[in-house]
């Protein structure tokens, strides 16, 4: 069974940055790619950024590019998500998610099997 482990979530005031990390274990093969998403109470989850494992390209939201970066471990069962000049409108559940197989919706959350439980992210202003 393919587990999702995110760490690294907190309150933080604005213009402060917070690391969030997400170990994947039980899978037999290696991703494919990993992402975050974000959802707040009552919205849809929404795409926040990804990695593809093969040639580690980034792709960002609009909402973050410039101010996060998601980055890789040295195996491909690990990224990483730092947050810099975090905002109020920042505050949400983040969740990691892992794809074994290649997918054109990585932006999405169609293109991932397996989710983590979600770390609370809270930025005071």
């Known amino acids: 069974q393919v587990q999702l482990v995110e760490s690294g979530g907190g309150l933080v005031q604005a213009g402060g940055s917070l690391n969030l990390s997400c170990v994947t274990s039980g899978r037999t093969f290696n991703n494919w790619v990993m992402g975050w998403f974000r959802q707040t109470p009552g919205l849809e989850r929404e795409f926040v950024a990804s990695l593809i494992f093969g040639d580690s390209r980034t792709y960002y939201a609009d909402s973050v590019q410039g101010r996060f970066i998601i980055s890789r471990g040295n195996a491909r069962n690990t990224i990483y998500l730092q947050m810099n000049n975090l905002k109020p409108e920042d505050t949400a559940v983040y969740y990691c998610?892992?794809?074994?197989?290649?997918?054109?919706?990585?932006?999405?959350?169609?293109?991932?099997?397996?989710w983590g439980q979600g770390t609370q992210v809270t930025v005071s202003s």
């Open positions: 998610a892992a794809a074994g197989k290649p997918t054109h919706y990585h932006h999405t959350t169609d293109g991932y099997d397996d």
